[in-house]
């Protein structure tokens, strides 16, 4: 049975830190998962985070041009459900929301 578990993220770092953990920890293929932005517009999220946000000395000057045009998704494709309980797992550990099965 082929199942995918899609999650929305505030910003990309928690979708990424979610793959990576996928990746890592987990041993998932990273080719069967999907990091989009929700709309049609380049996003890195709804707020900023990691490289987007304030910058200490003596980093350059801040950012203001993160594009904040909407959520993140990942999705994961499964081969069964063995691995369903650990996608969860990260994607909750990452402050995922709307996790869906397709």
């Not at 946000?53 to 003596?58: L, N």
């Amino acid at each position: 049975m082929t199942a995918s578990l899609t999650a929305t993220f505030d910003t990309r770092r928690e979708a990424e830190m979610a793959v990576e953990r996928l990746v890592q920890q987990f041993d998932l293929d990273r080719d069967a998962i999907r990091i989009i932005a929700e709309g049609e517009d380049n996003s890195v999220g709804e707020d900023t985070a990691g490289a987007d946000t304030e910058a200490g000395a003596p980093s350059p000057d801040d950012r203001s041009d993160a594009p904040l045009n909407g959520a993140i998704r990942v999705t994961v494709d499964l081969a069964d459900d063995t691995a369903a309980a650990e996608v969860r797992d990260a994607f909750a550990e990452f402050d995922a929301s709307d996790v869906d099965r397709a």
